[in-house]
């Protein structure tokens, strides 16, 4: 345990990332293409979470067990995955994903080995002033109904489809104000060269909280056709 917090303080990645095929490698940039996954979700207004925007974590790890009792109904491991994933403020809309029926839930715990990236999506249309947070699952869950399904009805899986990201990368604190700095730019970089952005950005955080801000993994992505 402590050697593995010493490699998480250092910025080590210890746990599964997306795959993803780099389809261009721009001026201080690269387009991804990600395939098909499976995420856990939940939506929630920050004020109910003492407005802490990253309230939903909280849940997202209880249902895979993360710190105690999983709150999910077989008696399987998940494993985490990173980064984390959040949207924009002023971007407006999550990503598109396509949605799964929500999970029936039951009282049979079943820990669950957790994944990054967590996803942040803040002010859909339909959950105005509200944030969707997303855990996805790891890659061994082809499907949503394969993954185990959580205790707590506000946690939904949800299969995302195969998607393209610009995304630059860097490291250090990801503040408002670099961040929408890393967002102007690349922006900027797809028009230059021609690539037609098709939503808001996301940021992506690799590390957790406690790993030293220069060591840190941090990407800002906007989709692309």
Known sequence: MGLAMGKLMLGKIIVETPKHEVLHAGDGYEIRKYPPCVAAEVTYDPKEMKGDRDGGFQVLANYIGAFGKPQNTKPEAIAMTAPVITSSGG???????????????????????????????????????????KFLLPSKYAKAEEAPRPTDERVVLREVGERKYAVVRFSGLAGEKVVAE????????????????????????????????????????FPVE
């Open 91 to 133: 971007g407006g809309e999550a990503e598109p994903i396509a949605m799964t029926a929500p999970v029936i839930t039951s009282s049979e715990p079943e820990p669950v080995a957790m994944t990054v990236p967590v996803l942040t999506a803040e002010g859909r249309e339909e959950h105005a002033g509200k944030v969707t947070m």
């Open 182 to 221: 890393k967002a102007e730019g690349l922006k900027a970089a797809l028009e230059k060269d021609g690539h037609a952005v098709t939503g808001p950005f996301v940021l992506s955080r690799y590390n957790p909280p406690w790993t030293l801000p220069p060591l840190r993994t941090n990407e800002v992505m």
